[in-house]
């Protein structure tokens, strides 16, 4: 007769958000189990930990622990992040935006679509990013009720309000390493107990090797600002100024292989190092915590659930690798040394594979475990200059004429927080 034995202990291993927030969750999915956190050191390369940012899809992981968005941009514990910009980083030089929030919809047909049939025929459109809410908002600096902004949070505050919520959960706080039925390892790429397992290298995908922070020269607002340099790019954050040209601290993008076995999972940076482009790192491990609280092991090791576990949590992190690498290799600009290695630079399968769909038909089919939102393919692939060679079916339909003036009154709505149909 096969019996389940729930977990009876657990550990975690790290020393910022990303361990907090994972004793938090399975502190309160296991009641009954003693749940230990063992503080370690934050790495410097510990980008999830450093510069937590949470994307709308993985808000709702903090949520459950007592930490809703609104209730932590009220108090502090996070700001509002609409979209980021990108300069210098098309064909042609414009500047375009990604919202974290969808673009606004058409009864006529797929945004994005309307848009080229728009412009193949050279009627006069607005910017894409103009057709999203999110982008709208941080273009104007101000705080739009109608959009659900990622979360640039404080790591201190974070770490703080989050050492309240663990202790009245329960969890205990202890040192060395503790024996458990399931331990976590989130102390970082220092990977301290998951530093044997195999990593597959992403810096063909993400070629950012070392990264500098500094103090930033002014508020971006709501919205991150990056510019690409004949060397690499730099951009501000809140509070930070950022330069990935080839000096500071050293980054090795990539992910373990298999996250989890026996009875040790990597969380956080121990499992994917996404770089700081696009700040991805905190979402990862937070999308990676739901699939862990989703596939909640048993006492003893389960092949086949650590096996499921492994496939889901290793496409979320390879199609997040591909957003992310199609700000790279999407065809964009291509001047300065550091851009232009990257035309003869191999690129992941599943990445040249959308890129030549999108090119065919203009379409980003929808693929399982997505973090981001489709619309934010869709902007940076237009914003890059990317052109489809076939006309949206549907898009047909309606006229150039009548698609730009639908494209101009959305916009213009837009501008105004109007978001009547």
Not at 35 to 59: C, S
Request: hydrophobic residues 45%; contains cysteine; aromatic residues 6%.
């Amino acid at each position: 007769m096969n019996t389940r034995s729930a977990l009876g202990s657990v550990a975690v291993l790290g020393g910022g958000p990303v361990a907090l927030v994972s004793a938090v969750a399975l502190q309160q999915a296991l009641p009954d189990a003693a749940v230990t956190l063992i503080p370690t050191p934050v790495p410097d390369d510990a980008l999830a930990d450093r510069f937590p940012l949470a994307l709308p899809a993985v808000q709702d992981v903090l949520a459950r622990i007592g930490m809703p968005p609104d209730l932590m941009l009220a108090r502090g514990v996070a700001r509002a992040r609409y979209a980021s910009a990108f300069a210098d980083w098309s064909r042609d030089g414009t500047e375009w935006m990604v919202g974290d929030d969808a673009a606004a919809t058409l009864a006529e047909g797929r945004l994005s679509a309307l848009w080229l049939r728009a412009r193949a025929a050279g009627e006069r459109v607005p910017p894409f990013h103009a057709l999203v809410p999110a982008c709208v908002a941080a273009s104007a600096g101000i705080a739009d009720p109608n959009v659900e902004p990622a979360l640039h949070i404080d790591p201190a505050r974070m770490v703080q309000a989050l050492t309240s919520i663990a202790r009245q959960a329960g969890v205990r706080f202890g040192t060395g390493r503790a024996d458990a039925d399931l331990t976590v390892d989130a102390s970082g790429p220092a990977r301290l107990l998951t530093g044997d397992r195999a990593f597959e290298d992403w810096h063909d995908a993400l070629p950012c090797g070392h990264v500098a922070f500094g103090p930033a020269d002014a508020d971006p607002g709501t919205c991150d600002r990056y510019v690409a340099t004949a060397q690499g790019w730099r951009a501000t954050w809140p509070g930070v100024r950022v330069e990935a040209a080839g000096k500071g601290i050293a980054i090795t993008p990539g992910r373990l292989s298999g996250p989890f076995a026996g009875r040790v999972v990597a969380l956080g940076d121990a499992a994917v190092q996404a770089g700081p482009l696009g700040r991805a790192g905190f979402t990862l491990a937070l999308g990676q915590l739901a699939l862990l609280l989703e596939l909640l092991p048993a006492r003893d090791p389960e092949p086949l659930l650590q096996a499921e576990y492994n496939r889901r949590a290793g496409l979320q992190a390879d199609r997040m690798r591909d957003f992310l690498g199609l700000q790279y290799h999407g065809g964009g600009r291509t001047q300065g040394p550091f851009w232009h290695r990257l035309r003869g630079t191999p690129r992941p399968p599943t990445l040249d594979a959308l890129l030549a769909q999108f090119a065919r038909r203009g379409q980003v089919m929808p693929a399982d475990e997505e973090l981001v939102q489709r619309d934010a393919w869709s902007a940076v692939l237009l914003g890059q200059g990317v052109r489809p060679e076939r006309p949206d079916p549907i898009a047909m339909s309606v006229p150039p004429a009548e698609a730009a003036r639908l494209l101009n009154h959305l916009a213009a709505r837009l501008a105004v927080l109007d978001y009547r149909a």
